[in-house]
């Protein structure tokens, strides 16, 4: 057997268990789990050393917004952060400037992610145009599945959300049904418009400017509000919902008592959620600014609970790339900054840290960061997992050594808004990132191209596996 690659002494997490095998690579997929690979020969050899060797982790919320403002970040710099944390494949969301809420849009961000990524990528539509043509056209092209918010757009933003907000009930109902006809997933932004303006507004007239009001404008009832309305509308419908970025317990309970009836539901989850509460919105500011909101420490344990009964699917980043100068507009106008925050390079390390600290096992992390999210959304078992036959997209970490997050050590071109995780000690590194069996991180250094990302397209048939 003649291999590209032969990676030998690994620590292999397969979906099941762990097990010490030599993996080979050939034409980017893995070609064989070997437990002695004596004999056999490659043009590479890659000593793990007893290190884990891990199915690259697979961010199914990020944004990079290329190619509009480059300043923040695009497909380059942003998918580079994703391989020094071990991400190859990132979902890429439809906010840009213009939206992705049409064909052409969708043609030329493709475009765009297959010359300049450096993982993976998969890119969401907007249908909220409630154009069945241009939905169409996305599916044919290949959307990874669509994104709305129930929200309105911000203020002064509205060009990058068109076709992507909808805060009315009647035009939520059209578009559900629209996308329910594609058989792709529909991820939402869930918040109630009405209840967020009404508290934004009471909170204006009180001249409140000062950062714990962000968190008072969106409190829980806001978030579990909406996804109850979303739920119950699509009872009727029937479209694969998958509720985004999942912040506390009113939120999760909610999505607790539909699945229970038999909705096919799924949510996610964000580390931010998972690792910070409200109060890092005093220690961090507008660098903490991020909707929903930053919730108490009772909502991290519900979160947690919610992830190990599996009513939450996964674990994801909503990656936010701003600029510092964005960010320190709060200072002065708290409403003028936008939320959101960088977080990709964090991702693995998060997760992987809980399970080496025992909190979770080695396999249910990588569920929650790879292989669940391949099958919700019907790149798997191609994506998402190590065995024969699926792509070689990869991590080996070391589970003895430790990472400490510096600003000046992060690839995102938001490096300097990383306040929430600069200076925290994770258990764990990333010593070595492969996509699609070509090394693109090593030992702290981007050694791949532009180009090494492949555009990942769904099959809607595996859409709605049970998981």
Known sequence: MQLDTLITNAQVVLETDIATLDVGIRDGRIAALLADSAGISADETIDAGGKLLLPGAIDIHFHCRAPAYPQRGDFATETRAAAAGGVTTVFEMPISKPCCATGEVFRMRKALGERDAYVNFGLYGAPGLLDPGEIANMVDEGAIGFKIFMTAAPKGRDDEFEGLCLPYVPELYQALNLVADTGLVCAVHAENNQLLEWHTAQLIEANRNDVPAHGESRPPHVEALAIATLLALNESIGAELHIAHVSGAEALAVIRRFQATGSTVSAE???????????????????????????????????????????????????????????????????????????????????????????????????????????????????????????????????????????????????????????????????????????????????????????????????????
Not at 295 to 301: F, K, L, N, S, T
Not at 373 to 388: L, Q, S, T
């Open 269 to 467: 989850t964000c580390p931010h959620y998972l690792f910070f509460t409200e109060a890092d919105l005093e220690r961090c500011g507008p660098y903490a600014k991020i909707n929903p909101p930053l919730r108490a420490e009772a909502d991290q344990v519900a979160l947690w609970e919610g992830l190990l009964d599996g009513s939450l699917l996964a674990i994801t980043t909503d990656h936010s790339p701003f600029l510092v100068e964005e960010k320190e507009r709060a200072r002065k106008d708290l409403w003028a900054a936008p939320p959101g925050a960088p977080g990709v390079e964090e991702l693995l390390l998060g997760v992987m840290h809980e399970a080496l600290n025992g909190r979770i096992s080695i396999n249910m992390a990588l569920d929650l960061v790879a292989t669940n999210g391949a099958k919700r959304f019907g790149i798997y078992p191609e994506r998402g997992v190590i065995a024969v036959g699926a792509a070689a997209d990869l991590a080996i970490y070391d589970p003895d050594a430790e990472t400490t997050i510096h600003r000046d050590m992060l690839f995102t071109q938001a490096r300097d808004c990383d306040k929430l995780y600069d200076g925290m000690t994770f258990k764990g590194k990333v010593e070595r990132t492969i996509v699609n069996g070509v090394t693109v991180f090593q030992d702290g250094t981007i050694v791949g191209s532009a180009g090494d990302g492949q555009f990942l397209r769904p099959d809607p048939a595996r859409v709605t596996q049970v998981f």
